[in-house]
């Protein structure tokens, strides 16, 4: 028997174009004083990491698959194929092998990193009703004559939009030739990519800018909305204001969401009549509520969760961020719904017991981008070691 453990030394999250570093342990855990221990042995191992597409048949018309390419690898087969699972391998990086012919005395360990850049080209971890994108970094061990055992570790893969077209700044300076160098520069390259990430994000979410909206319907002006910025980070509020103070129709309640909208591409869309879902579907993230009759001012604040997907598009699908407004409004015009100020003798004042209204939503689309993921990973903790008995 021979325990395989994996340990990702930062956490789940990763940015796309950063380095992916883990820690494969493995070890006899018999003790050498058990009566039948032995020394165990593995032929090979391997690491690979890919992202994995699944779609839902009633929402997306993807092309068939290619027969000649089976979906499901044989017990029999040595070659490392970690991708073979249910879903469509979209992206991939090469296997590299972690050791051949190890041999371990009983109580015995060893360890061994991988390192690996997540691709730059490919889409975000997502997990929506029409599609998901899962990022899965694969562990494959296999002892001889028997079949390859699979450790999957799974992953969540953040994409800011913009850093494959930037190139590492080379260093002018001439320094003799040495293989350790490699490494450094590796890690160089890594920093220099989380900082630039880190400034872009902070300069498209730090400039703040008064938006004014006025929300009217058709019989005149209901209030006026006011945001700071559109642009936001995972983990930031969103906070509005709406002043009511001016309008000539009588808002008695609203309601605002924070919502995202996911699209199938018109090319991928199954039509409805042939069984098909809607090819937009929409997820309430946060939600605020207020009754404002005789309100002038009111604010509100939306937390944009962390576990989150920030928007993207590819080729089959789309997720947008938006604000969905929803109002109520009186049909009365000039409605006060307040007892008198002055009576010169007591009475009893009840309001009505029915008012007549008027409904209208209105959205307005904000952008949000990526965080750190060191910050993703400390707020919303996923499991970061996975371990598998051979």
């Not at 950063?18 to 003790?31: K, M, Q």
């Not at 890919?50 to 089976?70: G, K, M, T, W």
């Not at 690898?73 to 012919?101: A, M, N, W, Y």
């Amino acid at each position: 028997m021979i325990e395989v453990v994996a340990e990702l030394s930062r956490g789940p999250v990763f940015l796309a174009g950063e380095a992916l570093e883990c820690v494969v342990t493995v070890t006899n855990p018999l003790p050498p004083t058990a009566t039948s221990a032995s020394s165990e042995a593995l032929a090979w191992a391997s690491a690979q990491i890919h992202c994995q597409f699944h779609a839902s048949e009633s929402r997306v018309a993807l092309p068939p698959p290619d027969s000649n390419q089976p979906e499901v690898q044989p017990e029999s087969q040595t070659v490392f194929l970690p991708h073979r699972e249910r879903g469509q391998c979209i992206l991939s990086t090469p296997p590299k092998i972690l050791f051949c012919d190890l041999r371990l005395e009983p109580g015995e360990s060893k360890s061994y990193s991988y390192s690996e850049v997540l691709p730059i080209e490919g889409p975000p971890s997502f997990r929506g009703q029409s599609v998901k994108y899962v990022y899965k970094l694969t562990i494959g061990c296999q002892r001889v004559n028997s079949p390859i055992t699979l450790l999957r570790v799974p992953l969540r893969v953040l994409v800011l939009t913009g850093l494959q077209d930037l190139r590492f700044p080379q260093d002018e300076a001439v320094a003799p030739s040495s293989p350790f160098l490699e490494e450094d520069e590796g890690g160089k390259k890594d920093s220099w990519l989380a900082e630039l990430a880190g400034e872009r994000l902070m300069a498209a979410t730090s400039c703040r800018s008064l938006h004014l909206y006025n929300i009217s319907d058709g019989r005149g002006k209901v209030g006026t909305f006011g945001i700071f910025k559109s642009v936001y980070r995972l983990g930031e509020d969103v906070v509005g204001t709406l002043d009511l103070g001016e309008g000539t129709v009588a808002c008695l309640q609203f309601s605002v969401s924070l919502q995202t909208e996911e699209r199938v591409q018109p090319e991928y869309q199954r039509r409805r009549g042939a069984g098909g879902a809607p090819s937009v579907s929409h997820v309430t993230h946060a939600r605020h509520q207020e009754s404002c009759l005789h309100t002038t001012r009111t604010s509100f604040s939306l937390p944009i969760p962390l576990s989150s997907t920030p928007g993207f598009y590819t080729a089959i699908v789309s997720l947008k961020w938006r604000l969905h407004f929803e109002f109520v409004t009186s049909r009365e015009p000039g409605l006060v719904l307040l007892p008198p100020m002055e009576q010169s003798e007591p009475a009893t004042w009840t309001g009505p017991e029915q008012v007549p209204v008027d409904t209208f939503s209105w959205d307005l689309p904000i952008k949000v981008l990526p965080t750190s993921p060191t910050l993703a990973s400390y707020a919303a903790p996923g499991p970061s070691t996975s371990t598998i008995t051979i």
